[in-house]
Every structure is written in structure tokens, then in C-alpha cells.
């Protein structure tokens, strides 16, 4: 098994344990729960995300996923690509750019988070992936602050 692979397989384990549904890109259906994680989802210029985040239906995130020995490389060319494909955008989604917040970069060992809304976005390491109620509940509160 490729090393990629192994680390995709602690990161579908950890998903799972945080209250993600994951789908392959062939099973597509963004609205099967509350946060679906698909696995492989093109973007608009034909690249794949590891995986795009959908909250009640809606794109919210990616998440890019590497070998355990690439985690020295997860805050500058992981989080690069991750930007390019936030601006790239998602197929078959309908959706504004800020809606695209949430990005991740991930091993089987290291996770890192930053939210493009934040005030000044930054990357955070932490310990385990974000509920999908917690994600529901930042977007609901910028919409709510941002009237």
C-alpha cells in the first residue's frame, strides 16, 4: 500500500469519528447527512481534491491529503494547493467563493485547519477534524454577524 494511501485511511477513520459521511466521487450525494466528505471531487479546471466538505448540500471546504513523511510540507505546498483549488471552484456545485472557507491539510498523523474568513487566516495545527455541527454553526454566526 502507498504510503498516500495508509494516510488516507487514518484520515477517513479520523472523518468518520468527527460525524463525516464518506463518499466516493462516483456515489456522489452531498445531502446523504449533514457533512459529507467526497472522496476524489474535480474542481472546475479537472483536478482532483482529496476531499470536498458539504454541509447540509452545500461546499464548504477541502481538505488535501499526504504521506506521513510529507507533513513538513503541509503549511506551504499542501495549503497552496488547497487555495488554488478554493479559487478554482468545485463541478456540479453551486456556490459563492466564501462559502469555500474550510480548508484542511492532513496526514495520518498531522492535521492543520484555517479559515479563509477568519479576520487574519491563518494555518492551526489541531488535534482531530471539525464536527460538521461546529462548521454549521461558524457559518450560520458569520451570516448572522455580517447582516
Known amino acids: 500500500m502507498a504510503p498516500e494511501e495508509k494516510a488516507r485511511q ?12 464518506i463518499q466516493d466521487r462516483q456515489e ?26 458539504f454541509i447540509e448540500g452545500h461546499p464548504v471546504g477541502v481538505i488535501e491529503a499526504k504521506p506521513d513523511d510529507e507533513g513538513v510540507h503541509l503549511v506551504t505546498a ?13 463541478k456540479w456545485a453551486n456556490y459563492s467563493k466564501t462559502d469555500m472557507r474550510f480548508i484542511y491539510e492532513a496526514t495520518g498523523i498531522l492535521t492543520h485547519f484555517t479559515d479563509l474568513l477568519d479576520p487574519k487566516p491563518r494555518v492551526r495545527k489541531i488535534f482531530s477534524f471539525h464536527r460538521p455541527e461546529q462548521l454549521l454553526y461558524w457559518i450560520k454566526d458569520y451570516k448572522f454577524s455580517n447582516r
Open 10 to 21: 487514518v484520515i477517513d477513520k479520523k472523518l468518520e469519528d468527527a460525524g463525516w459521511v
Open 28 to 53: 456522489f450525494n452531498p445531502i446523504a447527512s449533514l457533512g459529507v466528505a467526497v472522496r476524489e471531487h474535480l474542481t472546475k479546471d479537472n483536478k482532483e481534491v482529496d476531499y470536498a466538505l
Open 78 to 90: 499542501a495549503h497552496e494547493q488547497n487555495e488554488e483549488y478554493v479559487n478554482s471552484g468545485l
